[in-house]
């Protein structure tokens, strides 16, 4: 029975020992590769003093040694913190106090720990004793308007949530997914479990893979499954303009950013043969709920209907659940809410709301969306980001929506009013201010049409791949 995270990988090695697991730019292993590896990790953090309850801070480079500190660090019971390499300073500073690890592995200490681990490999290591209810990782958000929070994952939730997932999206073992997010963000870090729950091959490009090759890496691998955010799916239809020989891809995720419609309809122009599947979820519960493939062109605008085992509920200001249709709070339930955040009672009191009289916990989400007469999630956006003006409510959300579908627009970061000016629209695009804010104005009300409009070349981003509001602000002000 799969009960702790490394099950899934003992599985995967029992059922399939040579079928490949991960493949990185340097070399490949089998499932009984990453298996042994992953024991001899586990054997070196033990030798070095490091047990159950540690916390393992690693960069998550992408590679297979990667998965394997992963794989062995939860098999002492100790707590994997995975950070990204491209973290700034300030960032790394507080999760660091914060964590207050055992151990820091970073990209530099990487190739001398693995030459000791390699002489421990013909060592026996046996698993502690973990259960379900063990803490298994810390996620770090990506802190660009605060200092980052960790949310804490149990093994049982982890082994939940992949299940869960795992069962909407279908991967095969004749699979080869193509994982070029952070593995440090959840979406990339879950295709691991994803992988290993299903046997299938997990493929990481190099840290300094250049874009205009990622189609080439993924016709070599054979990948057929690729997870995208808009960032990603903008440099696969970039490549795809330039090369024009057929893959085998037959799916694209999205989560954590939402896909315009506009994108979504040229990844089918450019990949005729992929399915397109658009998920919707947190780190603090990892999914909420996933559409059945290509179920956007029957239900425009849904994120799906939650997963199984789960409920969710839209409550209004008073706590009560809404009718279909009407929009409020998203607000979760189930045994993939995570069990809080680290070190942050507080914070984790007001989101994780436990019920008195049931003892169940509650998910307060700080979405907003609505539910229809069939279960589907429409997501709304954050509580933050709606507003009204003119009289008119509406969200940061929809705004951007529209402004992405106008031809020439490749992204778009709307600022909310403050003192000192009104919302601003700022875009990246081939086409000029002027004709930006025509194209809103055939797209939604008049008072949810910005004044203004900023055209840029790029946007900076985040660690995990979304786009840097923060740096966008401090642009315009």
């Known amino acids: 029975m799969i009960s702790r995270v ?6 995967a090695a029992s059922a399939r020992p040579d079928d490949l697991a991960v493949v990185d730019d340097a070399g490949e292993w089998t499932y009984g590769q990453l298996a042994d590896h992953s024991h001899g990790f586990a054997a070196w953090l033990t030798s070095a003093g490091i047990g159950a309850g540690d916390r393992v801070v690693v960069e998550a480079t992408p590679r297979r040694e990667f998965v394997a500190m992963l794989y062995g660090c939860l098999r002492i019971g100790g707590i994997f913190v995975p ?26 200490d990487q190739a001398d720990v693995w030459q000791q681990v390699r002489a421990t490999l013909t060592e026996p290591f046996r698993s502690a004793e973990v259960l379900p209810t063990d803490i298994a990782l810390l996620i770090y958000t990506s802190g660009t308007t605060a200092a980052p929070k960790a949310v804490v994952s149990h093994h049982g939730h982890v082994v939940f949530a992949t299940g869960a997932i795992g069962s909407r999206l279908r991967y095969r073992p004749d699979d080869a997914v193509l994982c070029r997010l952070s593995l440090a963000f959840d979406y990339g870090l879950y295709q691991v479990f994803l992988c290993a729950q299903a046997g299938a091959r997990l493929i990481l490009p190099g840290q300094g893979a250049p874009d205009l090759l990622l189609l080439a890496e993924a016709r070599r691998n054979r990948a057929t499954v690729v997870p995208v955010v808009p960032s990603l799916a903008t440099i696969l239809l970039h490549c795809a303009r330039r090369d ?8 694209f995720t ?15 122009e450019h990949f005729p043969g992929a399915g397109i599947q658009l998920m919707y979820g947190t780190t603090e519960c990892k999914r909420i709920s996933i559409l059945e493939v290509d179920g956007d062109l029957e239900r425009p605008g849904s994120v799906g209907r939650p997963l199984d085992g789960t409920k969710v509920d839209i409550v209004g200001e008073d706590g009560r659940p809404l009718p279909a249709g009407e929009t409020g709070e998203i607000v979760v339930r189930g045994p993939h809410v995570m069990a809080g955040y680290w070190r942050s009672p507080e914070l984790t009191e007001r989101t994780f709301r436990t019920d008195q009289d049931t003892g169940t916990v509650a998910l307060h989400t700080g979405d907003y969306g609505c539910l229809d007469s069939v279960g589907h999630i429409y997501f709304h956006g954050r509580r933050d980001d709606m507003f009204k003006r003119r009289g008119t409510r509406t969200s940061v959300q929809e705004i951007e929506a529209a402004a992405k579908d106008i031809p020439g627009v490749a992204e778009a970061v709307l600022l909310l009013p403050n003192e000192e000016r009104d919302i601003v629209l700022c875009a990246v695009a081939t086409i000029g201010p ?11 009300d008049s008072a949810k049409v910005p004044d203004v409009c900023l055209v840029f070349d790029h946007f900076d981003r985040s ?5 840097d509001r923060e740096s966008v602000a401090r642009r315009v002000s």
């Open 83 to 108: 950070i990204s390499p491209s973290m700034k300073e300030y960032q790394r500073d507080h999760v660091l106090a914060d964590a207050e690890p055992a151990i820091v592995i970073a990209d530099s």
């Open 254 to 268: 999205n989560t954590g950013e939402a896909l315009s419609p506009a994108t979504i309809a040229r990844l089918r």
């Open 244 to 251: 024009r020989a057929s893959t085998g891809i037959r799916l």
């Open 463 to 467: 660690s995990n791949g979304k786009i």
């Open 6 to 11: 490394f099950d899934l990988l003992d599985t």
């Open 434 to 444: 002027a004709d930006i804010l025509s194209g809103l104005g055939e797209r939604l």
